[in-house]
């Protein structure tokens, strides 16, 4: 198929970033971005959510998985962001697995994720590593 046309049935490519709470995934897509402004964030709905309401969750590492973010320099691109998983243990895994789960049941193209980066934070030099896993 003719990249265009995968295009064109994407829309955007949907991409679930996972890695432990404060493990830079946010620095990470500013640089695959090619920016240094923070995303945009819409809830499931679709609405944009006020930046200063996310502030005080962001700093706690919460984030509602379902939430989209986009870079305006770059709107091709969605994001979600998993919370870290020692911040809430089993259950935060366990919400992962079933975003992972009801994304790839969707029928539209659209909807479903089309790759998941996986954040690891290596202790030298504190250097961040990305595997692809898709």
Known sequence: MDPSEIKKRIG????????????????????????RENPE????????????????????GEH??????VFRNNPGFVFHDSRGFEAGGESEFDKMKAFIA???????????????????????????YLTFLT
């Not at 964030?41 to 706690?60: C, F, H, Q, W």
Request: aromatic letters at 4%; one cysteine or more.
């Open 12 to 35: 955007r490519f949907r991409i679930l970033v996972i890695g432990r709470a404060n493990a830079g995934k946010t620095t990470i897509l500013q640089r695959v971005c090619n920016t």
């Open 41 to 60: 964030i819409y809830n499931s709905a679709g609405k944009k959510i006020d930046p200063t309401v996310l502030m005080a969750s962001t700093e706690r």
């Open 64 to 69: 509602d998985i379902e939430n989209e973010m």
């Open 102 to 128: 009801s994304r790839s049941k969707e029928t539209r193209i659209k909807n479903q994720l089309h790759a998941i980066w996986s954040l690891s934070l290596i202790n030298r030099d504190d250097m961040c």
